[in-house]
């Protein structure tokens, strides 16, 4: 067990180690919080491995999604000392050594993978490093490249970073109302409840005013094989940004309708990415768009909240149904519901037109047509929707 290399005085040493490969996985640690965990290793002490776990997990965790990559990472970094020095050896440059490859989630197993050769300086110069510290340059130009012109290595760094993009949904009155001081309803409950504590005095008039709620979200994401390259980044994107909203459902589009909203229920990214790829049957196979919003409409038409249901649509519009029948669906859809939006990734040209059929159906059904090709534009889609709902 790692613990015992105390008595060589390498226990701050591991411990740096160990937040850096947290931070290779993805966790937002600063000096800070590793300060606080040296802190608390003092003050449980070493005797109890389960006291240290508890006690680093409540200082270097901050969100549920990272709990699990946090407990995986420890149970293998804290085990042995022969594991942990190979481990050791690939987040210190002075170290040597080459370590095993832990059987974990992605997240972990590449947090722990071991470093590549050195490149020459020319093509060292071209290379993007897979680390959490990315210098700003390489975070500038990751932030308008496309999606589907990234490396290996700058993708899965990508899939890291879109995690980290909000998306606020702007606050719209809804049916709830909620106690005031402005409203047309005067509130009769708390009025006779505020008599009854003054002798039967009303000294003022409560009211209920309407709550203010983020709209009902309805996702759409298009899982044929030309939208193979973009579908797993957005679908980690909507996972993160949307987590905290009171009602989301997510739904596969291909050749058939598939239900995600169990996927998402998951609070680890990974574990969300796992289940969508064993529930999904047509994936890179074609899209039937309208057979599709067909059975949305007969099996999950409840789906939709009264007509306050923001739905987002992200597909690249290279449909392969009829056109006829993507029409008269797209047409209920928006009937239906607050807002349509169309999320291509196609925009990335600046001469793209809609002139297929499917994509001239989905530009004549929705409100809407918005970019999601690269982080810059995920970045803007959150002021978009806000401007465009502003108008509902």
């Known amino acids: 067990m790692l613990l015992g290399d105390a008595r060589h005085g390498k226990l701050l040493g591991n411990l740096g180690g160990f937040a850096r490969a947290l931070r290779r996985a993805g966790l937002p640690l600063d000096a800070s919080r590793i300060a606080l965990a040296a802190q608390a290793m003092q003050l449980v002490g070493l005797q109890r491995r389960e006291d240290l776990q508890a006690a680093l997990e409540a200082v270097l965790v901050g969100d549920e999604a990272h709990r699990m990559v946090f407990r995986e990472m420890f149970d293998v970094?804290?085990?042995?000392?022969?594991?942990?020095?190979?481990?050791?050896?690939?987040?210190?440059?002075?170290?040597?050594?080459k370590a095993e490859?832990?059987?974990?989630?992605?997240?972990?197993?590449?947090?722990?993978?071991?470093?590549?050769p050195q490149q020459p300086s020319a093509q060292r110069e071209q290379a993007v490093e897979f680390d959490a510290c990315m210098t700003a340059d390489a975070r500038r130009r990751l932030r308008h490249a496309d999606f589907n012109a990234?490396?290996?290595?700058?993708?899965?760094?990508?899939?890291?970073?879109?995690?980290?993009?909000?998306?606020?949904?702007?606050?719209?009155?809804?049916?709830?109302?909620?106690?005031?001081?402005?409203?047309?309803?005067?509130?009769?409950?708390?009025?006779?409840?505020?008599?009854?504590?003054?002798?039967?005095?009303?000294?003022?008039?409560?009211?209920?005013?309407?709550?203010?709620?983020?709209?009902?979200?309805?996702?759409?994401?298009?899982?044929?094989?030309?939208?193979?390259?973009?579908?797993?980044?957005?679908?980690?994107?909507?996972?993160?940004?949307?987590?905290?909203?009171?009602?989301?459902?997510?739904?596969?589009v291909g050749t058939s309708l598939t239900d995600l909203t169990p996927a998402f229920a998951s609070a680890d990214g990974d574990d969300m990415l796992?289940?969508?790829?064993?529930?999904?049957?047509?994936?890179?196979?074609?899209?039937?768009?309208?057979?599709?919003?067909?059975?949305?409409?007969?099996?999950?038409?409840?789906?939709?909240?009264?007509?306050?249901?923001?739905?987002?649509l992200i597909s690249d519009g290279l449909d392969t149904g009829e056109p006829g029948v993507l029409q008269q669906e797209l047409a209920w859809l928006r009937r239906s519901s607050r807002r349509v939006l169309w999320l291509n990734p196609l925009l990335r040209y600046a001469a793209y037109e809609p002139s297929a059929r499917g994509a001239a159906a989905l530009h004549a059904g929705s409100d809407a047509m918005l970019a999601?090709?690269?982080?810059?534009?995920l970045e803007q889609l959150a002021g978009s929707l806000a401007a465009l709902l502003g108008r509902a």
């Open 150 to 252: 990234l490396g290996a290595a700058e993708y899965r760094l990508l899939e890291r970073l879109v995690r980290d993009i909000a998306l606020p949904l702007p606050r719209l009155p809804s049916r709830r109302l909620r106690a005031g001081t402005r409203g047309a309803r005067a509130d009769w409950p708390r009025l006779l409840r505020g008599a009854a504590r003054r002798g039967g005095e009303c000294v003022e008039l409560p009211r209920l005013q309407r709550r203010r709620e983020a709209p009902p979200l309805l996702v759409l994401v298009d899982v044929s094989g030309s939208m193979e390259r973009y579908t797993r980044l957005l679908l980690a994107f909507l996972h993160a940004a949307t987590r905290a909203l009171r009602r989301r459902d997510v739904f596969a």
């Open 274 to 312: 796992a289940a969508t790829a064993a529930a999904v049957e047509d994936f890179a196979g074609g899209t039937r768009l309208g057979e599709c919003l067909g059975t949305l409409r007969r099996e999950h038409a409840r789906r939709l909240v009264g007509r306050r249901t923001l739905v987002l």
């Open 77 to 97: 970094f804290f085990r042995d000392p022969a594991v942990a020095s190979k481990l050791l050896a690939q987040m210190l440059p002075s170290a040597e050594g």
């Open 372 to 377: 999601v090709h690269n982080l810059a534009s």
């Open 101 to 116: 490859a832990p059987r974990q989630r992605p997240r972990v197993r590449e947090a722990l993978a071991p470093a590549r």
